[in-house]
């Protein structure tokens, strides 16, 4: 061991123990690492580069705990490289009082400062009551089942991406994303309801192959700086987007924050008929 790696390493060590012996929290860390064995998180956790839970390991993660993805950029594309993949199952279940929380960590944030929570090939992932923010992707979810309920995506390029995943998406707050949601279904059967868009540049993005089978209603849908709906150039498929609010009821307004085979014809269409007349209440967090 070169002395200068000695010496940070002694460094590292009083600083332990003096944090230990004065009571303060001393961060979970990891670098680059692998979790094989079930594991549980609380207080505070540092991510550097990419963490991956294995399969036949399930990740808990306790009521106020604060997972932060330092920035690194080695690829020089301006995403930070922080990234947590559960190839085993996920069990994130926050309560109101106390969210868990997933976000940048350094001083000053910003929108993808870190690059996503992917929940892959998982059974029965729970993600309730937590926080994401400033990622590429706050949270994908791939050829999983899961349920995303009670929380809080904002400041993400995109709060949430699906493909190929029985999810049930309800009672979020998806506010100030680019992109709110983004899917490429490929025969997911999924249901989107109860959650609350707004302030987004596109609170939905349908990339490709989305159809009848995700289910999209009783959502409230306001705000949108550019569209509420926007068809990727491989939507080619109609999408039911029937009895949601839209922040009017005036139809024309509605198209208006539509971007589907209305405006360009190789594309599918947007139904939003019929619609509802008021607010529903009860959507986002509860």
């Known amino acids: 061991m070169h002395p200068p790696a000695l010496f940070r390493n002694a460094f590292l060590l009083c600083f332990v123990l003096a944090a230990a012996a004065s009571g ?49 950029d080695e690829d020089g594309d301006e995403i930070g490289d922080g990234e ?49 923010e400033y990622a590429f992707s706050g949270l994908q979810v791939h050829y999983s089942t899961a349920t995303i309920r009670n929380c809080l995506f904002r400041n993400n390029f995109e709060g949430i991406r699906f493909s190929t ?9 998806i506010v100030d994303n680019y992109y709110g949601i983004r899917c490429e279904a490929h025969g997911s059967r999924t249901v989107i309801t109860k959650n609350r868009f ?57 198209a208006a924050k539509i ?4 405006r360009e014809g190789t594309l599918g269409r947007v139904r939003f008929v019929p619609f509802l007349a008021e607010r529903v209440e009860g959507c986002g967090i509860r």
């Open 24 to 72: 303060a929290e001393v961060p979970l860390r990891y670098d680059h690492g692998y979790i094989t064995q079930d594991t549980t998180w609380s207080g505070t956790v540092i991510l550097h580069g990419q963490t991956v839970v294995k399969r036949g390991s399930t990740l808990t993660i306790l009521p106020g705990t604060v997972v932060k993805f330092e920035w690194i």
């Open 84 to 132: 947590l993949t559960v190839e085993g199952r996920l069990v994130a279940k926050g309560t109101k009082e106390r969210f868990i929380t997933f976000t940048s960590a350094r001083e000053n944030p910003r929108m993808k400062d870190w690059t996503y929570l992917q929940v892959s090939v998982n059974k029965d992932a729970v993600i309730e009551y937590c926080r994401f």
């Open 165 to 173: 995943t029985d999810v049930r998406i309800e009672n979020n707050d």
């Open 198 to 254: 707004s302030g987004n540049e596109f609170a939905f993005f349908p990339v490709q192959r989305n159809w009848d089978s995700v289910k999209i209603h009783g959502n409230n849908f306001e705000g949108s700086a550019g569209y509420d709906v926007k068809f990727g150039v491989n939507q080619k498929q109609d999408m039911d987007f029937t009895k949601n609010w839209w922040g009017t009821s005036d139809p024309r307004e509605i």
């Open 259 to 262: 971007y589907d085979g209305e």
